[in-house]
């Protein structure tokens, strides 16, 4: 048995991306929203795949093309989750891929500082590595320039240079050495070679053979997202050797036969064939242990679709946005649209919000005032206004009013009695008893809906505009004897004479000289008060 500790361990993984077989946004959002469209694809990129890889390994992922070798890595470095399966990693991973983890639109001083605390690291710690990294990446000044500008080679010397002065357990590095110059790759993989001499693990995604095989202690070989082989590097190498001319040399037609056919196969793949496939291997399995692997299997779903839970709950988000902003809409209020939601659709939402009507209405008194104030003198513009204000607080009134009549019920408020209701409402409590026969008024409770008479209301509502209009003429009248007591008196201005003061105020010279006998008018300063007569001439 081998003594060395677990670092990675992959049971019965798979990972299924679905296909969009067009850019349509529909399709895309319908996706996000996690509903399935008939046009969509399920494409398994990995297929019940199960390994080991032990403290101090260094191993190899080969396969063609599309293989699902990145799509592996980005599962174990947790990039990416799988569909079902379980990943068991006991360690610090890193990974370096051409892209991985980079910001492209931050420096690549910036891109180290950044990774180098997702890893945990101190800001202390990154000031004392910053010049070794920077230093080993050779990529000199071009540092502070963002990492979009930068070539696929120096992307690779920045992560590289990055990780190996991270020091994680477990090193990925997906092809990213391939990119990079002969010098800094020899540079890398010494460095590389250190970590495995320390007995650090690491997964080598490559299509080079040779370094493979100068590498690795052992090889997955994946094809079309199923492990094909796993061993030592000396069995598994030839065998993909062997492999890999046997399909250069197929005809063009052969090979797209053989590739459509795979992928075919891999379009058609469900968790239920992982299961026949997991249950037939392992027909020896205790029950416990089919138990164990079965929920497994279950366990993983993909992360980018929604539970059913989650999708209940933004449904009844949505749903909830959307009433609200119905019952903002309508004449009603929260409660009553969720206590009553049949009135609240049939009566209260196609019905304008009193606020609304309310105002509509002062805006066309407004109106009408403007038009009578221009053909009247001012004096009577004052208290026409004060009349058509007082119509205007009546139009008020009354809506507010139809606001609380509306349909033919009144909502009994705290502190309400019967008595009070109905002097509010201008009514007799013998109007409100024989309009509610059935109910028993010697108790009214806060929320209790009582009928109000119509003919009854529309008196109230006139009795409530004649002492409106009978309030708004005795101010009238006040305003009236307040203007004659003003204008017995009157303060002289910069500019007035006594023959303008008498036309202003429609007198003669005369008229003013016999009220104020003490005056003399031959000089008159402004600030000076003079008295004016009782009546006009
Ligand atoms: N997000 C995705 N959505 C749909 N299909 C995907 C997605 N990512 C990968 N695939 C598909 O999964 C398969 C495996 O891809 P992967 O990148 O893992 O292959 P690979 O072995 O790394 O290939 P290469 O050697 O070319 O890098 C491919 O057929 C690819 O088209």
Redesign the pocket.
């Known amino acids: 048995m081998n003594s060395k500790k677990v670092k990675i361990k992959a049971e019965y993984l798979t990972k299924k991306?679905?296909?969009l077989p067009t850019k349509d946004t529909k399709n895309k959002a319908k996706s996000l929203a996690g509903v399935s469209t008939q046009d969509e694809q399920e494409?398994w990129?990995l297929r019940n795949v199960s390994f080991e890889i032990r403290d101090g390994e260094c191993v190899g992922v080969i396969?063609?093309?599309?293989?699902?070798?990145?799509?592996?890595s980005n599962i174990i470095s947790g990039q990416i989750s799988q569909t079902t399966g379980k990943v068991e990693i006991n360690g610090d991973v890193s990974i370096i891929a051409a892209n991985a983890g980079m910001q492209k639109n931050l420096s690549g001083r910036e891109n180290i500082r950044l990774k180098a605390l997702m890893m945990g690291m101190t800001n202390k710690e990154i000031d004392e590595k910053m010049d070794d990294i920077i230093n080993f990446s050779e990529l000199g000044p071009f540092i502070d320039q963002p990492v979009k500008t930068y070539s696929s080679g120096m992307k690779a010397k920045l992560g590289f240079s990055i990780m190996v002065h991270q020091n994680p357990d477990i090193m990925i590095v997906d092809?990213a050495l391939s990119v990079g110059d002969k010098t800094f790759v020899d540079k890398s993989k010494n460095k590389m070679f250190e970590f495995r001499d320390e007995g650090k693990t690491i997964l080598l995604?490559s299509?080079d053979m040779r370094t493979i095989k100068e590498w690795c202690d052992r090889v997955i070989w994946?094809n079309y997202?199923e492990v094909k082989a796993y061993g030592p590097p000396e069995k598994i190498i030839p065998e993909y050797n062997k492999f890999s001319k046997w399909f250069k040399k197929l005809p063009k037609k052969e090979q797209k036969k053989y590739k459509d056919e795979q992928?075919q196969v891999q379009m058609d793949y469900s968790v239920k064939n992982l299961e026949t496939e997991v249950f037939k291997k392992g027909l020896s399995m205790s029950r416990k242990e089919r138990i164990r692997v079965s929920e497994g299997l279950k366990k993983n779903k993909d992360s980018h679709r929604l539970s059913l839970g989650s999708k209940v709950l933004v449904t009844f988000c949505l749903l909830g946005f959307i009433w609200l902003g119905l019952v903002s809409l309508s004449s009603a209020t929260v409660v009553e649209s969720v206590a009553h939601p049949v009135s609240f659709f049939t009566e209260k939402m196609f019905k304008e919000k009193p606020a609304f009507k309310k105002q509509i209405k002062i805006t066309e008194q407004k109106g009408k005032d403007n038009t009578e104030n221009s053909a009247k003198n001012n004096s009577i513009s004052v208290v026409n206004k004060q009349e058509h204000k007082t119509e205007s607080s009546v139009a008020n009134d009354t809506a507010q009013t139809a606001k609380q009549d509306r349909g033919t019920s009144y909502t009994v408020k705290v502190g309400d009695s019967l008595g009070s209701i109905a002097n509010d409402k201008g009514l007799s409590v013998e109007d409100i008893q024989s309009e509610n026969p059935g109910v028993d008024f010697s108790v009214v409770n806060p929320g209790q809906k009582i009928k109000l008479p119509a003919s009854a209301r529309e008196k109230a509502q006139k009795n409530k505009k004649t002492s409106a209009k009978g309030q708004a003429k005795s101010k009238s009248t006040a305003a009236s004897s307040a203007k004659e007591k003003i204008e017995k008196t009157y303060t002289v201005k910069t500019g007035d004479s006594i023959g303008s003061i008498a036309d202003d105020f429609g007198f003669s010279v005369e008229q003013i000289e016999a009220e104020n006998p003490e005056v003399d008018f031959s000089v008159i300063n402004p600030g000076q008060v003079i008295k004016l007569p009782g009546s006009n001439k």
């Not at 396969?63 to 592996?72: E, Q």
């Open positions: 991306f679905e296909l494409f990129a396969g063609l093309n599309g293989a699902g070798k990145s799509t592996l092809e995604v299509h994946l997202g992928r």
